[in-house]
């Protein structure tokens, strides 16, 4: 499986984030929202990355998740929903962000069933390099299932000058 990147600030990793930085990000979920409403799909879920990232909340993230869902990205937004149920309870906690949280694990699941794989099945043959959209893939992921996203992918074997 090729590995996802979600990328965390300090608050994400049990810092509390300051007073500034949950008004920024009430800022960024209600203008994530808006944009969601109005069909700007790629402004929204950076609202809600950002939103997510300065204050982070089971509700915000899985915001953020869905909205990765919709354009397809579903290898991130399963690993970002399955990643909310493991976030620390907070003391203030809402009854929204427990939902949130139930939701969460069933997205994950769903998008579990719902992203594709491919296994490439290659000979031996002694430093080939292989890719798949441009990203090298390990050797040790060969000839497992690699969960891709949705689409055309373009997979590449290299073995000294020669590209396949």
Do not use: N
Not at 81 to 92: E, H, N
């Amino acid at each position: 499986m090729l590995g996802v990147a979600v990328l965390l600030t300090a608050p994400a990793f049990g810092g509390e984030p300051t007073a500034a930085d949950r008004k920024e990000a009430k800022r960024f979920y209600a203008e994530a929202r808006k944009l969601h409403s109005e069909g700007k799909l790629d402004e929204a879920v950076e609202r809600f990355r950002r939103a997510a990232e300065l204050a982070p909340t089971p509700v915000t993230r899985l915001e953020w998740a869905r909205g990765l869902a919709e354009q397809s990205k579903l290898v991130e937004a399963r690993a970002l929903a399955l990643s909310i149920p493991a976030m620390p309870v907070t003391a203030t906690e809402t009854v929204k962000s427990k939902q949130a949280r139930r939701e969460a694990e069933a997205l994950g699941k769903e998008l579990g069933e719902r992203i594709p794989t491919v296994t490439l099945v290659l000979g031996p043959q002694a430093g080939q390099e292989v890719a798949i959209d441009g990203k090298p893939v390990s050797k040790e992921l060969l000839s497992a299932a690699i969960a891709l996203d949705p689409g055309d992918h373009v997979a590449s074997v290299r073995v000294g000058d020669k590209t396949v």
